[in-house]
């Protein structure tokens, strides 16, 4: 079983009946504890310590996380989430619209014994689930965590644009120990998006980009207001 966390900012520890299991440091990004074995039928007490440290750039104001918008606090879902022995703990895909090939690293974690693992890879288009291509490999997988890599080979790939945002989905699954476990990506794209010479290009095209910035905190000047002090607004 283990804990899943959407947001806790800044610093926190984490209790379950009395026994700690665990921490983080941060504050936007999810993050689990394993609680296997810990928790008793019936009520069960989670307890959490958070801290929110004043930051570099707020002073005593501020905390540890250059924004106007300091929240402190536990700021996103709390699950529990039962899970197999074998279990996929992640995925990477790293999609190269040059070649059409996705990298794929899957993270196996096995609460088991050592077993061979069949792992199956697949992408398809996201709106028509057209399967583009897949991949299998069979690969011992030690007790703990491992890491593991599949080459997913898309033909002709469609590549992602702002006026056509085409999408690919990649589905994982692990099997082994009796146990199998699915990991899906849902929105994946291929596109080369990138600075040449000063100026934004989208898949070897420059592009234009028009946008209403409505954060108003600047990491270095605090105020969001033009460097050049002759630019400054009145």
């Known amino acids: 079983s283990f804990l899943r966390f959407g947001a806790v900012q800044y610093l926190c520890r984490v209790w379950i009946n009395g026994q700690e299991v665990g921490g983080h440091e941060g504050a936007e990004g999810p993050f689990e504890l394993e609680v296997t074995g810990k928790l008793m039928a019936g009520t069960n ?5 958070v801290e929110n440290p004043p930051g570099p750039f707020f002073g005593k104001g501020g905390g540890a996380v250059p924004t106007a ?3 402190g606090g536990i700021n996103g879902h709390v699950d529990l989430a039962e899970q197999p022995c ?6 990477y895909a790293k999609p190269d619209p040059a070649t059409g090939v996705i990298s794929v690293e899957v993270t196996c974690d096995n609460a088991g014994g050592p077993a061979t693992v069949s792992l199956h890879a697949a992408v398809s288009e996201r709106k028509s689930r057209h399967e583009q291509a897949r991949a299998n490999l069979s690969v011992p997988v030690p007790a703990g965590k491992s890491v593991h890599h599949l080459t997913l080979q898309v ?3 469609h590549k992602w644009d702002l006026d056509d945002p085409f999408l690919y989905s990649v589905e994982v699954r692990a099997a082994g120990n009796d146990d199998e476990d699915l990991h899906r990506i849902e929105r994946l794209g291929f596109r080369d998006f990138r600075l040449v010479n000063g100026f934004f290009t989208l898949n070897g095209r420059r592009i234009f980009l028009k946008c209403c ?10 105020q969001g207001v033009p460097r050049e002090s002759s630019m400054r607004w009145l």
């Open 213 to 222: 910035h409505g954060n108003r905190v600047d990491p270095v000047l605090a």
């Open 69 to 71: 918008y300091d929240m």
């Open 155 to 157: 033909t002709s790939p």
């Open 45 to 49: 007490a989670l307890i959490l310590r």
């Open 86 to 91: 074998l279990r996929i703990a992640d995925v």
